[in-house]
């Protein structure tokens, strides 16, 4: 989905370290014993991917359920996330044995055109659970098809701009805010650009072919990838604008490292690791780079929401909770999914910095505004005020091949082997096809 300098890629193999085995869903996921009675003992299974982080909170939150409701006891099975987690899952549903409870993300859509996960409607409208109280006025959309809601909102941090304020303050540049527009990024970056005889010693942005990055700049111009019918419009007049602007900022401007320029710094290295290096004064990542920041002696940082364009648009970093079609127990998986959406449900996401939690009331608490664990204070508070900004990406049963159609093209664009007009008009053409496979 993304190559191998992204922050997908890194944020993808910190979420799965430590997992060393493969599950096999199908064999360990099956769903709750019939035997059992919802009057009585009931006992779920639940998958999610991730690391060990990710295990431990999840176990701590199960138990809180399980506390709260003694009678329901949830079984988690974790496994290696990316393409890999959806096929068995989906496979294991399929094969009538599924989990209960699921973790999801860019596949809703998918699961939900299958009937393989449950709409959540009925559930919500005889609950105190108000999504958009709870998650703001986006975030849960992102985990609706077909104007029915398949998933609650689990986590969701806002991709935000990291910036390093010594830079900063040796260039005389104010640091960023979300009043910033285009002109103001391109701005800063030219004079956080530093060459000395001919070579970069510092970069001010840097550009990807990751798709929260350039799809970021495209709604931010008033574009869209498709349209409200799910018909494809990629090479829209804005989109192609924008995608002009965004490749000059390496090619013209030279003011982000082009793929080569990334390349040279050797295998695996992205804006994350520029950042840490101190060769980087400002990048767009998620929640998952402040551990990582927070490592590196001497490195003075902060975060910032991101700038406007003709409109607000960030990209967030989302999973969500949903209940199989095989489930034999839907109403005590609806029980654990509502708890683990409260203030309560949601804390220890913090306690143990693994992630912005969905729920914005805990976004907007003391307890991450100002955690525990943070070595230096830093402007949490970024997360929060971006979750108004954030658009709901053109999620469709065929992501997968959507994204792939678009990342080869715009690869190729950020290589300047073909112009934006180009690489659009081409993912257009072959969106028409993929998306009417679908129809």
């Known amino acids: 989905m993304a190559s191998a300098t992204t922050p997908h890629r890194r944020a993808l193999a910190l979420m799965c370290a430590g997992l060393l085995a493969t599950l096999s869903i199908a064999t360990a996921c099956g769903s709750s014993d019939p035997a059992e009675s ?20 999840y176990e701590e ?3 809180m359920a399980h506390k709260k409701y003694p009678n329901i006891k949830v079984n988690l099975q974790m496994s290696p996330g990316g393409e890999e987690y959806s096929q068995k899952v989906s496979t294991a549903i399929a094969g009538g044995k599924g989990p209960d409870i699921l973790e999801l993300a860019e596949h809703v859509p998918a ?42 909102p689990d986590r969701s941090g806002a991709m935000v701009l990291y910036y390093n304020k010594k830079m900063f303050d040796d260039a005389g540049v104010d640091y960023p805010t979300a009043d910033w527009t285009w002109d103001d990024l391109l701005a800063a970056s030219q004079k956080l650009t530093i060459r000395e005889g001919g070579e970069v010693k510092q970069w001010g942005f840097a550009t990807i072919s990751w798709w929260p990055y350039w799809m970021s ?36 401007h030279k003011v982000s490292p082009t793929p080569r320029d990334f390349a040279n710094y050797g295998e695996g ?30 490195l003075d940082w902060d975060i910032s929401p991101l700038w406007q364009g003709k409109q607000p648009a960030t990209s967030a970093f989302f999973n969500g ?31 143990n910095a693994e992630d912005a939690p969905a729920n914005v009331q805990v976004q907007q608490s003391d307890a991450f505004l100002s955690p525990k664990w943070a070595t230096r204070e830093v402007n949490m508070g970024a997360f929060a005020e971006s979750s108004d900004a954030v658009f709901v990406p053109p999620l469709t049963p065929q992501w997968n091949e959507m994204l ?18 180009e690489a659009l008009d081409t993912i257009q053409e072959r969106l028409d096809q993929v998306m009417s496979q679908g129809d």
């Open 61 to 63: 939150r199960l138990a």
């Open 38 to 57: 919802s009057d009585g003992p009931v006992t779920l299974t639940m998958t999610a991917w991730g690391g060990d982080v990710d295990k431990k909170v």
């Open 321 to 351: 909770l949903a209940i199989s079609g095989t489930s034999e127990h839907p109403d005590e998986a609806w029980k654990v999914i509502e708890f683990m959406a409260s203030e309560e449900g949601q804390r220890p996401i913090i306690d």
């Open 217 to 252: 700049f495209m709604y931010q111009n008033g574009g869209q990838v498709l349209d409200a019918s799910g018909k494809p419009v990629i090479n829209s007049p804005e989109n192609v604008e924008a995608m002009q602007w965004y490749n000059d900022l390496a090619w013209k």
């Open 269 to 298: 290295v992205g804006p994350d690791q520029l950042f840490a290096q101190g060769k980087l004064a400002m990048e767009i990542t998620g929640f998952w780079n402040i551990a990582a920041a927070n490592s590196v002696e001497g």
């Open 404 to 421: 792939k159609v678009c990342t080869d093209n715009i690869d190729l664009m950020m290589n300047n082997k073909v112009t934006p007009q």
């Open 111 to 152: 699961f939900a055109s299958k009937n393989q996960i449950l709409p959540l409607d009925e559930h919500l409208e005889s609950s105190k659970l108000d999504l958009t109280t709870t998650f703001g006025e986006t975030t849960a959309k992102i985990f609706s098809y077909e104007g029915q809601q398949y998933a609650v």
